[in-house]
């Protein structure tokens, strides 16, 4: 392959191959996007962190940053249980609620009935409230 205009390329092995943007991109952004995320948590953990030990003028500042604490704990609380799903049931969560995606379209795409994916829908809400219950 030929060098690129910026000199892109990756290791393999041992051995340097020079790609195209795009094909460096691809391979890259997964390790990209994770360093952002980590980034990111780092940074919301700190702020829980300092807004918890802030003095407030009001009661009404006080209780705002108290309920931000608890939806972001009750956020990781969620992520945690998600991730003791296996990958079906991962897949079949993400579909619904964050893709829109409906359970029939979800049923046609992996293969089963649209009434095995209704149940396996209803199986997975039991789990996660089982999960999540020691939360409230």
């Given at each position: ?20 943007q ?6 890259m ?73 409906s359970?029939?379209?979800f ?29 409230f």
């Open positions: 392959m030929k060098k690129t205009e910026k000199n892109r390329y990756l290791w393999y092995k041992g051995i340097r191959f020079y790609v195209t795009k094909e460096y991109s691809d391979t952004r997964p390790q990209w996007k994770e360093a952002k995320r980590r980034k990111v948590r780092l940074k919301h953990e700190f702020s829980y962190d300092w807004l918890k030990r802030l003095s407030f003028d009001s009661e009404a500042e006080s209780s705002l940053v108290h309920l931000i604490i608890e939806d972001n704990q009750l956020l990781d609380a969620l992520a945690t249980a998600l991730k003791k799903l296996s990958a079906v049931e991962r897949g079949l969560i993400k579909a619904k609620y964050f893709q829109g995606m359970i029939r379209e049923a046609r795409q992996n293969g089963m009935t649209h009434t095995k994916a209704n149940r396996l829908h209803h199986r997975i809400l039991k789990k996660l409230q089982k999960l999540l219950e020691n939360y």
